[in-house]
């Protein structure tokens, strides 16, 4: 049927801010199903209070509102404006808890609005466990034993009736937030009230453990019609007793029999149609006993997943797009296949390559924390790789991670303690991927790898080659490597660095231009969805060996930009805002627009944003060979934070324009000793410092400077491995570790300004004329990340002597670092004078939060700037702030209840909310600086 004519203003509500759990894949859902609706003719409002992300900027939405996300925010929205539905299913769990808080409210009747996209009823059945217990049995489904608990007594009961080992199971959570594994009677009392206080409901499923079962999920859209299909099966890497969001994941399965996935297809069709009449998304987990095949289920989300996004990116059907038009009426027969332009949407979507998605933790930023994986999700991010085999493209996603690492292995990084390397398999936390592989290259056989991970062994055999391989590769030089051996390591994935470093004295350059004598090159494939059965007007690429190259260079002028990567702690969505911008920027100066990211979360990477998408590692080599076939005008690293900043130098060493500031200057701010002799020459203040390559050195300069000292290294994000010393021994132990962390690197000693206030700005330079965008006090003190600190825009308590020291500097710096776009400082201030911290002549964290507040597109007009088509003068600007805007960063530290939550140098917050307020008198902003006197008082 079309769509229902009496749906002309829809209401999305969102995710809120990024938090372990629930990130980004909600910004891109939220931001595809908004796009989908205006496209229909249909006003879109959107409440999120997450000011770094695209879904609330105004390219996205009719009306945004950055709001709380409360029944009473909502109930404002509603008083505002006549809305006619309300479309939950886009922003996680939140977004659900939140409709049906409304629902149970009254609010939806009270206003006329009707739910759409969902069932509420669906949302009870599936969230309730008890509930979707019952109707699993009612059905004819296969669950695990287990019973509900309403409170520690029957929780207890459950326990002795079920036996060990057990899963805990909280009601009404994300990331598996609250459960885990109980394995011995003595852990239970304590994992039992943990599960019980996290849920909202304080109810708990407790269940019968299938560890070591493998571990399926299945995307699927279904329409009015009752029509469903399969978007995209997805089998874990990692067997049951590792939450999905951190397991190595795999589309599509790969070890999973015809008759065990027909069966699969076929209940997870019953279970989507058993909980009740919705238009929409869904995903569902099974668990698949290896030894027969039987078939559990574990649970149904009737909304998009994190996994959706992921699905989407692998196929290359946008199923939130797809799912916002399903929601207002239409049926998949109705709607066309938005890659190939000629089809309908209701096909199942074919690949003719692997996907292999890896997450990425943080664990370096919660020290002290259990790091070993279980139930409850503990990955901030993750890539996905692309690749004509499992094994390209798993080699492929080491390459993307962000971690150092060449590829699986052969980079130097190996571990040799077989000790450590056992005990890591067996309680399996980040590294163990790269541990299997270290294993097999001390000699552990695979059945002994398989008994103690459960993995099947499929994949072992297909790590296990990389081993084999490698142990070839060594018996050449660089000049004798047959031409089909060498094609045959490039297709397994091995990157020049691997290569370089298992053959020894040879360097990445010199692999690269033997291969290319060897005529051995890149070339690039496209995901069309449909296996390249109908021509695709919209595809994007991935890069393989082999002869025929799908990607073809037009003779238009290029921008590349290169993404941010995976999400991680110091560098999250905001650089992706950022991105986005960029690409919008380039297509209206006139430039095709190319991206270059490997983060399936995000709106970077959905296949219309940019003219062309390469989704690939934002890693050297495979940069290099996108460069060589493109050719572009030049490449924007100025906005993909730390990832692209560090491409700066390769770009530079090569000749490659980089558009904006000149990576010299950028090298000048980035390395802190540079940095601060600039600082000397300008006249400008800053905290009396010294530069140490050695602990001995460090502790001379301490000596010099004074303690207390922070201490610090060069190119790095979010204040990675940043402490304050108060003496020689801390000291010490600091630079060693810093050191040793990151080898290489030096060591900037600063004197520490105690009780200092922390202030910073962002401006942008267009060479001749500087704009400042935003100046902002922050609530906590100098010595805590300006990423953990609450953030007032403009400032609230600065003398006019103060912002004028930091207008004053502002304009020394920008100009001095010939600075071609956007521009971040740091402040301290003590005693009336302010002293500079550090600058950085990129896009920050903050800028997404002014552009906001001040509702002023300044990416937009800083890429515009930093492309050369415009200056300053071109831009009439006005701000629309009344009052204050509030940046409040949020935690996850839930997920590692055993950490240390004393904030410091170093930042650990995931995401972050934006709050307006009037006056200073607000309750919200009193209670604020309430805690900004006690860390002035400690």
Same mark, same amino acid.
């Given at each position: ?93 939140? =977004? ?55 409170? @520690? ?8 009736? &079920?036996? %060990? ?84 994941? /795999? ?80 049926? *998949? ?25 890896? $997450? ?23 890539? +996905? ?47 163990? *991927? ?25 994949? *072992? ?24 051996? %060498? ?107 190319? +991206? ?30 996108? &460069? ?18 560090? +491409? ?26 540079? %940095? ?36 610090? $290294? ?44 922390? =202030? ?58 010939? /600075? ?13 004078? /302010? ?17 906001? =507040? ?20 071109? %831009? ?8 204050? =805007?509030?940046?409040? $960063? ?25 709050? @307006? ?22």
């Amino acid at each position: 049927m079309p769509k229902d004519s009496s749906i002309k203003s829809v209401l999305i509500i969102g995710s809120g801010p990024i938090i372990i759990g629930q990130a980004c894949e909600f910004d891109y859902s939220g931001s595809q199903a908004a796009l989908s609706l205006k496209d229909e003719g249909i006003e879109v409002s959107i409440i999120n209070s997450n000011p770094a992300t695209i879904m609330t900027d105004k390219v996205i939405a009719d009306h945004v509102y950055l709001r709380p996300l409360t029944c009473d925010s909502i109930e404002t929205i509603l008083q505002e404006q006549k809305i006619d539905a309300v479309l939950p299913t886009m922003g996680g769990q939140t =977004a659900l808890n939140l409709c049906k808080e409304a629902e149970e409210r009254g609010i939806w009747n009270k206003y006329g609005v009707k739910v759409i996209g969902v069932d509420v009823a669906a949302i009870e059945k599936t969230e309730n466990r008890e509930e979707f217990r019952q109707l699993m049995v009612d059905i004819g489904i296969g669950v695990a034993k287990s019973k509900i608990a309403n409170s @520690f007594l029957e929780g207890k009961e459950a326990a002795q009736e &079920i036996g %060990f080992p057990l899963v805990i199971r909280p009601s009404y959570t994300l990331g598996g937030t609250g459960g885990g594994f109980v394995h011995k009677k003595e852990e239970f009392d304590a994992a039992l009230s943990r599960g019980l206080q996290a849920s909202p409901t304080h109810e708990v499923l407790v269940e019968q453990a299938v560890l070591g079962w493998k571990e399926y999920e299945l995307e699927l859209l279904r329409d009015n019609k009752d029509n469903v299909i399969i978007i995209c099966s997805i089998e874990n890497f990692d067997p049951m007793g590792i939450h999905t969001g951190d397991s190595i994941t /795999v589309a599509p399965a790969m070890t999973l029999s015809d008759r065990c996935y027909q069966e699969m297809r076929n209940q997870a069709i019953k279970m989507m149609r058993a909980i009740g009449n919705f238009a929409g998304g869904c995903n569902v987990q099974f668990s698949v006993n290896p030894a027969d095949e039987s078939i559990i289920a574990i649970e149904i989300n009737p909304r998009v997943s994190r996994s959706s996004a992921l699905a989407s990116k692998a196929t290359g059907y946008p199923i939130a797009k797809i799912a916002a038009k399903l929601a207002i009426g239409y049926n *998949l027969d109705e709607i066309e296949n938005q890659i190939t332009k000629t089809t309908s949407a209701y096909f199942e979507p074919t690949l003719d390559y692997v996907i292999v998605k890896v $997450p990425r933790w943080n664990f370096d930023k919660f020290k002290g924390a259990n790091n070993e994986l279980g139930l409850q999700m503990k990955s901030v991010g993750e890539v +996905m790789a692309i690749g004509r085999t499992f094994i390209e493209a798993l080699q492929k996603a080491a390459q993307s991670l962000e971690i150092g690492r060449a590829g699986l292995g052969a980079d130097g990084r190996q571990n040799r303690n077989l000790e450590e390397i056992m005990k890591g398999l067996e309680h399996p936390t980040w590294n163990r *991927l790269f541990l299997i592989k270290d294993a097999m290259n001390l000699g552990v056989p695979i059945e002994s790898i398989r008994k103690v991970t459960l993995i099947d062994k499929w994949f *072992l055999v297909q790590i296990q080659e990389l081993v084999a391989l490698e142990q070839e590769l060594k018996r050449y030089s660089l000049n004798n490597i047959p031409k089909d051996f %060498f094609l045959t390591l490039k297709q397994k994935g091995f990157s020049d660095i691997q290569i370089s470093w298992l053959l020894g004295n040879v360097t990445e350059d010199d692999v690269y231009n033997r291969r290319k004598e060897l005529g051995i090159k890149r070339v690039y494939k496209m995901v069309d969805t449909c296996a390249a059965e109908f021509q695709a007007q919209t595809p994007y690429y991935y890069s393989t060996f082999e002869h025929e190259n799908e990607s073809v260079a037009s003779d238009k002028k290029k921008i590349i930009v290169l993404g941010s990567g995976p999400n991680r702690i110091g560098q999250g969505i905001e650089f992706d805002y950022s991105c986005v911008h960029g690409l919008i920027a380039a297509k209206e100066s006139g430039f095709e627009a190319i +991206m270059i990211n490997c983060n399936p979360e995000t709106v970077s990477t959905d296949f219309n944003m940019a003219d062309k998408l390469y989704f690939e590692p934002v890693f050297w080599e495979h940069v290099r060979e996108i &460069i060589e076939l493109e050719k572009p005008e030049g490449v924007i690293v100025q906005l993909g934070g730390q990832t692209a900043l560090k +491409m700066a130098e390769k770009l530079y060493e090569n000749g490659i324009k980089i558009i904006g500031t000149s990576f010299k200057n950028m090298d000048i701010a980035e390395d802190r000793g540079h %940095f601060s002799d600039l600082l000397k020459d300008l006249d400008i203040p800053y905290p009396k410092y010294g530069v140490a390559e050695s602990a001995e050195e460090a502790i001379e300069v301490a000596h010099q400077v004074g303690y207390p000292v922070l201490v610090r $290294p060069s190119y790095v994000l979010g204040g990675q491995g940043m402490s304050i010393v108060i003496n020689d021994d801390d000291l010490e132990k600091a630079v060693v570790k810093l050191l040793g962390d990151l080898p290489g690197n030096r060591v900037l000693i600063d004197h520490f300004l105690d009780r200092a206030e922390e =202030a910073e700005s962002d401006s942008i330079c267009d060479g001749e004329d500087v704009h400042i965008i935003g100046m902002m006090e922050h609530i906590e003190p100098a010595g805590i990340h300006s990423g953990d600190s609450s953030a007032v825009l403009p400032p609230f308590n600065l003398s006019e002597n103060v912002t004028r020291q930091m207008e004053e500097y502002t304009t020394k710096l920008a100009k001095a670092l010939n /600075v071609r776009g956007l521009l971040n400082i740091q402040f301290a201030i003590k005693d009336e004078k /302010v002293y500079v911290i550090e600058a950085n002549p990129r896009a920050s964290r903050t800028v997404p939060f002014i552009a906001k =507040a001040y509702d002023v597109p300044y990416i937009n007009i800083a890429a515009k700037i930093m492309l050369g088509v415009n200056t300053l003068k071109d %831009f009439t600007i006005v701000r629309k702030l009344e009052g204050y =805007a509030i940046k409040e $960063p949020v935690f996850s530290f839930d997920k590692f209840p055993d950490v240390d939550k004393q904030l410091g140098p170093e930042m650990k917050s995931t995401g972050e909310a934006i709050r @307006f307020i009037k006056n200073l008198e607000d309750p919200y902003f009193v209670k604020l600086y309430k805690e900004k006197s006690m860390y002035l008082s400690k």
